[in-house]
């Protein structure tokens, strides 16, 4: 090691940017010099299968972190392994002082933070935990139970203040491996529809005029398409707060998507069961008909409902799908197909680049209608959904070419026995009068 002085390490987890980074702007603020951290942890690797896509936006978000960093004078150090193996290898060969790190809020984030708080006890090295990927302290906010009342008390304690601009680091000077040691394989992420570079032009492209009517249309590209970088923190959520208020006033239905996401949060941090156990007790007991066959073909897109199929298709290729779709094939999964909402859940991990653990289980909850949600059952039509959000079913056509040439009315209701497509694994009808059967009194 080239210094010996003792650094204080800035460990980059979902916060792979260097503008407005409360960990970044905490961990400069003492006379220390600054060591930034990058670990591409095995035990989540192995979560996201090989190297695909994710793994290449994640790359390619890491890539851009480090020029960002250099360019303010410090290099990030880049490692692969398991997290405490390289702390205990970074605490033996730099012996830091601190470490700094965004807090986590997730089961598995906050489980990491656990092991690498006791490697730096044992270690005589501080480890602070900084919260920058929400706009409030959801933890902190008193439990409700219900979105509504929740959204109240968040709106007023948001923390939004953004952190000054910094335009150098004091930076340790190391020869510890970078970037390009660590991901020399990875292609670019040229083949998903997601720049890690692309987050503030897509911010400032977006139209909130028309967000409130339009963000239920997949046939239309009305909603923000932030997800992934809100997951991998590429931009910071204050950022995208205050552009929204901005342009909407600080009460849109684009802030309240974004609480929403910290409404999952609160949820999780007051109710230790949900990451495997329904919200609602009375649930608990459903008689899930967890056919495998049906499963396969919701899987592979071939249930005969063309929504459902071509969202499917989206999620399978595009490693992301818009979120009333996402609604649309939770709902036939569980209502439609009964269908275990943890089939589900862990479906959509192995695919969703954006993928949450506590949003993607809050949101199947709720979609199974087992969740916080004061309407006791909701069943979607998935005939209704797709005459309303993909009227002219440009949508479908997208990513079901093989229906370009029929005409919409014979694509919403594949019952009529017009689509030559699978044939429906289901009458929705029927479907829907089991599940609230399989509801019923629960
Ligand atoms: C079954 C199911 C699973 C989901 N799994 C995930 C997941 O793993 N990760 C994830 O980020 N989102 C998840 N969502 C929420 C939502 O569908 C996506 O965040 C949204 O569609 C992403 O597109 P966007 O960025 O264009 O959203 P926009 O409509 O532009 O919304 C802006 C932001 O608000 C937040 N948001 C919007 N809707 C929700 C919601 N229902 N719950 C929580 N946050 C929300 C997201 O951060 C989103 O990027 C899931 C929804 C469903 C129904």
């Not at 250099?70 to 290099?75: L, N, P, S």
Request: charged share 30%.
């Amino acid at each position: 090691m080239k210094e010996k002085t003792r650094p204080v390490v800035c460990w980059f987890r979902r916060d792979l940017r260097a503008d407005d980074n409360r960990a970044l702007s905490a961990a400069i603020g003492g006379p220390e010099k600054i060591l930034p951290l990058f670990i591409f942890d095995d035990e989540i690797l192995k979560d996201h299968g090989a190297f695909d896509g994710r793994l290449r936006f994640i790359a390619g978000a890491v890539m851009n972190l480090s020029k960002e960093l250099e360019k303010k004078g410090a290099r990030l150090a880049c490692f692969r392994g398991r997290t405490d193996d390289i702390f205990r290898d970074i605490a033996e060969r730099v012996n830091p002082s601190a470490v700094y790190c965004a807090k986590s809020l997730t089961w598995s984030g906050k489980s990491i933070s656990a092991r690498a708080a006791g490697i730096c006890r044992d270690w005589g090295v501080e480890f602070v935990e900084v919260e920058d990927n929400v706009l409030a302290s959801v933890e902190k906010i008193g439990y409700r139970k219900v979105f509504t009342p929740f959204y109240k008390q968040w709106v007023r304690s948001l923390d939004i203040k953004p952190c000054g601009e910094l335009s150098s680091i004091n930076a340790f000077s190391h020869d510890l491996p970078g970037i390009g040691e660590i991901i020399g394989g990875i292609e670019p992420s040229e083949k998903l529809p997601f720049d890690p570079r692309g987050a503030r032009a897509r911010l400032e492209s977006l139209d909130l005029s028309s967000y409130g009517e339009l963000r239920d249309r997949p046939d239309i590209d009305a909603t923000s398409r932030l997800s992934p970088h809100i997951r991998f923190g590429t931009i910071s959520v204050r950022e995208i707060f205050r552009e929204a208020a901005k342009k909407g006033g600080e009460d849109n239905q684009f802030v309240k998507e974004l609480a929403w996401r910290e409404f999952w949060y609160h949820i999780k941090h007051n109710f230790q069961g949900f990451r495997e156990t329904e919200f609602q007790e009375k649930r608990r007991n459903i008689r899930w008909r967890n056919d495998e066959k049906l499963f396969s073909a919701f899987r592979e897109g071939r249930t005969g409902y063309p929504l459902v199929d071509a969202g499917i298709r989206q999620l399978v290729s595009e490693k992301w799908v818009h979120g009333r779709v996402r609604m649309i094939l939770a709902s036939f999964l569980t209502k439609d197909l009964l269908t275990d909402w943890r089939w589900g859940e862990k479906f959509f991990k192995e695919h969703l680049l954006d993928y949450d653990e506590v949003v993607n289980t809050g949101n199947w909850q709720w979609c199974a209608s087992v969740g916080p949600d004061p309407k006791p059952l909701r069943i979607f039509n998935p005939c209704v959904q797709s005459a309303k959000f993909d009227p002219g079913c440009r949508y479908i056509k997208k990513y079901l070419p093989e229906l370009k040439k029929v005409p919409p009315e014979n694509i919403h209701d594949p019952l009529n026995g017009r689509l030559p497509w699978h044939p429906p694994v289901i009458d929705h009808g029927e479907a829907a009068k089991k599940a609230r059967a399989a509801y019923k009194g629960l």
